[in-house]
């Protein structure tokens, strides 16, 4: 057993302890916020939940794919313990009173998995991403987000949970995660997109789209990047319209700074009490939102099923605290990579309309990927 008093043990440490038993967790740090919260499950394995309906009456983190299947679960965590930066909380018991079994799966962490996903190389990206224009101009698609993985050896010495750490230092208003979780994986990533959060009785979700480089200077954003924000703002009104939600706080669009990339951003604030016994069927309608999937939903589903060639599995599913303390703090899983074997896989995407340059897409996603890896080869 393991002595977990904040004088014998730091957070990283509690994430390497955990790596190495086997044990499943999430360490997450919100934005503009400066506390790292680890939630660890052993006394049995996370739930798998049935549907995003499931998560009604819950208190954990939940970890949803991008469309969940038997193979791609939708997986919650419903912590044994909940360890702070400075303290430990455990739902019933003293922090003092807490210990955790070693040598649950000895040897599966930190590097576990399936087999690797498919790597699409930029000819082939192009290739997608022109099919996809030609589908748009002959369909009433609008918009569809195409993404790929890319894949490389992780480097010697490299350490995850020092990742995370630099990841907290370095993108400080973005949702930072570090998740892992026996034959389910091991993810990490930077998200700068929030899906739902609720705070004192008021709820909050964002239209998030666009990319380009940052910049120091305030530039204009082109007609391609308006356009495909302005497809994602539209849709999340529609979902506000359908469950008649009022009073809403509407902010932007704006410019929104995320490490070396910026987006354009518009937020909806409204009282909670509007979807209140209807929290997960409104959290259902929103997800997966245009700027993961495409409008409309349903063809564009079925436009990235029939060309990605590989599998999203949590890239672009969405994760976070639930009802923790009454609060709900859920992130789109963006700018992220998984721990396989001795690889770190990269996934990307970029959203394609009408008007899209697939060479200008493919430079879109490698821009992304500068968030994750140049601190890879950093470390």
């Known amino acids: 057993m393991v002595d977990l008093s904040a004088k014998t043990i730091t957070p990283e440490k509690l994430q390497r302890l955990a790596m190495d038993n086997g044990i499943a967790f999430a360490s997450y740090r919100l934005p503009a916020t400066q506390n790292s919260v680890t939630m660890l499950q052993w006394s049995s394995p996370p739930v798998r939940l049935n549907s995003i309906e499931d998560l009604k009456n819950q208190s954990g983190f939940v970890f949803a794919p991008f469309k969940a299947d038997s193979d791609v679960p939708l997986v919650f ?10 303290h430990f909380v455990e739902p019933e018991k003293k922090a003092e009173d807490v210990s955790v079994p070693q040598g649950i799966n000895p040897g599966k962490f930190p590097f576990y998995g399936k087999t690797r996903n498919f790597i699409t190389d930029k000819t082939e990206f192009i290739d997608q991403v022109e099919e996809i224009k030609k589908l748009i101009s002959k369909q009433t698609l609008k918009k569809v987000v195409l993404s790929r993985v890319h894949s490389q050896t992780r480097p010697s010495g490299f350490d995850i949970s020092a990742f995370y750490l630099e990841l907290e230092e370095r993108y400080p208003d973005a949702f930072v995660f570090l998740v892992s979780i026996p034959d389910v994986g091991t993810w ?24 380009r480089k940052a910049s120091d200077i305030d530039l204009p954003w082109g007609e391609k990047e308006q356009e495909e924000q302005g497809i994602v703002t539209q849709y999340i009104e529609n979902v506000l319209s359908k469950y008649q939600i009022g009073e809403i706080k509407k902010s932007g669009p704006s410019t929104y700074k995320a490490g070396a990339i910026e987006h354009i951003k518009t937020s909806f604030q409204f009282p909670l009490h509007y979807i209140h016994s209807d929290l997960a069927s409104f959290l259902r309608a929103l997800h997966p939102t245009p700027s993961i999937c495409g409008v409309p939903k349903k063809e564009a589903s079925m436009i990235i099923q029939e060309t990605e060639k590989h599998r999203r599995e949590y890239y672009t599913g969405f994760l976070g605290p639930v009802n923790m303390q009454g609060s709900w703090n859920l992130f789109v899983n963006l700018r992220s990579m998984k721990a396989v074997g001795n690889d770190l896989e990269y996934y990307l995407g970029a959203g394609i309309t009408e008007g899209s340059v697939a060479e200008q897409e493919w430079e879109e996603t490698e821009n992304k990927m500068t968030t994750l890896k140049t601190i890879v080869e950093s470390l």
């Open 188 to 211: 990490v990533g930077a998200s700068p997109e929030p899906l739902l959060q609720i705070h004192d009785n008021v709820a909050t979700t964002v239209s998030l789209a666009g990319t």
């Open 77 to 86: 965590i419903r912590p044994d313990l909940i360890a702070g930066k400075d």
